[in-house]
């Protein structure tokens, strides 16, 4: 079989499959360049500031670079006792020079991550380190602070010897590896990124959740009515889609606050005491409520889109053959629906999970996220390459999820419209 | 068992969408069982509505219909056991073919033996037998339209509604599904109420054709009737070819009328007129007037031959024929030299029964 169509020739005599190869090549190459701009922006804007998040996340040559001499000193050294002569002279040769390129703070703070009370002791050395004579640096060093002493503080800084290190994600899941090497948990006082991660996860799954169960009727609503009316509702849907997030989020402030809009027509109704009035803002509440309100014509289009395509006569088709309305809707209608749930769902969770404005407005310390986590070590700590890790790992959840839906519905599925 | 006369009544319905406009106008119509009714009529004609009304989705505004003598205006579709096949089948797009048909079995739940041994009997009636698996996407346009009858008739339905179901489908399969769907209703007997605004595909499935226009039924009466012996001149109009002559009558005695046209003056078949000075139109079907007549006829008129259309077994001739330009002859085609030639005379004769001096327009 494949011996005869190698055979086929066309009328010039070259074979067919070279000759549409040639005749299909220009316009390959047309089509390339066609996207060429995009790609280029993509992967300019994109995969370029993802590999520099990620080399950031992992990159720990600052105090590699800062101790040239005591790392290569310290290859020889087993770590079991305290080291020799030889690394204590080229810790006192590099620490001289970053002390009087006036960049040792950074060195303190980046050891006393690594071992508690180590800046206090670099500092009095910087002090010290002045007076020094030459030769015998073990004993001089030794004699400025008895934790010189420890070899606890020696096995630190061997510790931060490799140009990489995955402790930021460690520290992302609130673990880090001890002074033995092992990855163990950090004390449960101090776990506040893992409550943060559940926290998203559970604000995104019931965020997706609302506004699927109030998008669905909505969106039936504008695939069944007629033109003139599902015109002025789409406008509707669509009006704070045009709106600017911080409005929209400042109103919810407005109207959730203890002495706002929602608060006063409680107590009006005589829903709530005037003295009680519930707290529906700076908590999770307040999240929930404004992120379903914003993220909810992400969930109505996609469902508008498909439902607007299945025809009104399946319906009516389940109901003559003898199903019940109920019956229709479940075994009819709701299955054809699927590819749009799954499209606003998608939509809406991931979106969702890397909220950042809303909840950092009206989210108080209870309602922020993940993602305000992200902000406050960009912002504040300047910690930005622990803020590359949790950014990172943000986007493998992400990317973890659409791999599980890829697996349940079939991303083939998805209609966004 | 003894047949029933009205099986399905329509009495004195009326529709109306928007308080406005009546789309159905006082219906009456009474279906036999086992009958295969057609409602034809031009597009906006009520028929359409009407299948809605006797399948449940819509609801008369005045009236009742009553099928097996009970009125069901108050039960809901689903549990009226009525088939329907729709206009663009309304297959299950997410269910096989097997689980489509299925569908109606299972949601009365029975039993998984019976619903396999019911499925397979209506597969193997549209010969369908080898598709059960496959998805309704994975079939032709015909295939999917004999799955869409099958399944309206698997549950055995005391009435299958069709709402214009063969409209999708190219012309030759049109046709052969029109026979098909005639020989399964022959060989089930099960009432077939069929909504098309194809006059073809009417005349050649139904034992009664309903004719609808603006809400009313002009004509309910076989297809052999309603071509030969149109009731008004809607009817005559709509169904088949038709030639006609606007006039006033001037006699009418002994079951033959004289209608005085603009020129000249021919004698007709009184249908709905009475008395003289009535004005009316004469319909003439193109096939009942012959060239040449061997045979003595009571009209005998002359006609230029303005065009002639080839049509492969006959030819349309086109003729100026009492003032009226637009009269039309079907010449079948054969070994006969008539001397049919652009601009000819020629002579043209017809019987005045076949002449219906009907309603004016």
Known sequence: MSSETQKILSTDGIPLEESLKKAEKKNKIKAFLLVTPLLLFLIITYIVPIADMFSRSIDDKMVTNMLPKTYKAMEQWDGKELPPEEVFEAFYLDYKILVKNKTAGKLQTQLNYEKNGFKSVLKKLARKQKKFEEGNYKEQIMKVHKRWRNVEYWRAIKRRAPAYTYSKYLKGVDMYSNEDGKIVQVSEDRRIHRILWSRTLEVAFFVTLFCFLMAYPIAHLLATLPMKYSNLLMICVLLPFWTSLLVRTASWMILLQQQGIVNDFFVWIGLVADDNRPEMMYNKTGTYVAMTQILLPFMVLPLYSVMKTISPSLMRAGKSLGATPAVAFFKVYFPLTIPGIGAGCLLVFILAIGYYITPALVGGASGTLISNQIAYHMKSTLDWSFASAMGLMLLTGVLVIYWIYNKLVGVDNIKLG | ?361
């Open chain 2, 1 to 361: 068992m003894s047949k029933k006369e009205d099986f399905v009544k329509f009495d004195k319905v009326d529709k109306s969408y928007d308080g406005k406009v009546l789309v159905v106008k006082d219906l009456n119509l009474d279906i036999k069982e086992g009958e295969f009714v057609t409602m034809l009529g031009p597009s906006g004609s009520g028929k359409t509505t009407c299948l809605m009304m006797l399948a449940g989705f819509e609801t008369p505004t005045n009236g009742e219909i009553y099928l097996d003598n009970n009125p069901i205006s108050n039960i809901p579709p689903h549990k009226r056991g009525i088939g329907m096949v729709f206009q663009n089948y309304a297959l299950f797009p997410h269910m096989t073919v097997f689980e489509n048909l299925a569908f109606p079995l299972r949601v009365r739940k029975i039993s998984k033996e019976d619903i396999e041994k019911k499925v397979d009997k209506a597969l193997a009636m549209v010969s369908l037998s080898e598709f059960g698996n496959r998805m309704p996407g994975q079939l032709s346009g015909g295939q999917q339209q004999r799955v869409a009858v099958a399944r309206a008739l698997v549950f055995d339905p005391s009435v299958v509604l069709m709402d214009e179901p063969l409209g999708a489908l190219d012309k030759n399969l049109r046709e052969s599904m029109q026979y098909e769907i005639k020989h399964i209703h022959e060989s089930i007997g099960v009432t077939v109420v069929y909504v098309t605004h194809d006059q073809g595909e009417a005349l050649t499935m139904s034992n009664r054709i309903a004719v609808f226009n603006d809400g009313k039924v002009q004509q309910l009466s076989s297809p052999d009737k309603l071509y030969e012996e149109p009731v008004n001149s809607f009817v005559a109009e709509f169904i088949g070819e038709n030639n006609t002559f606007a006039g006033e009558i001037s006699d009418i005695s002994n079951g033959s009328c004289k209608v005085k046209l603009d020129k000249g003056e021919i004698i007709a078949n009184p249908i709905s007129v009475k008395s003289v000075g009535e004005k009316t139109t004469v319909s003439i079907r193109p096939e009942r007037a012959l060239i040449n007549p061997k045979d003595k006829m009571d009209n005998n008129q002359k006609g230029k031959i303005e065009e002639v259309i080839y049509h492969g077994d006959h030819t349309r001739v086109r003729l100026n024929l009492l003032g009226n330009s637009e009269f039309i002859l079907k010449v079948p085609n054969s070994s006969q030299n008539l001397d049919i030639k652009l601009g000819n005379e020629i002579d043209i004769g017809w019987n005045s029964r076949d002449a219906r001096a009907l309603d004016p327009k």
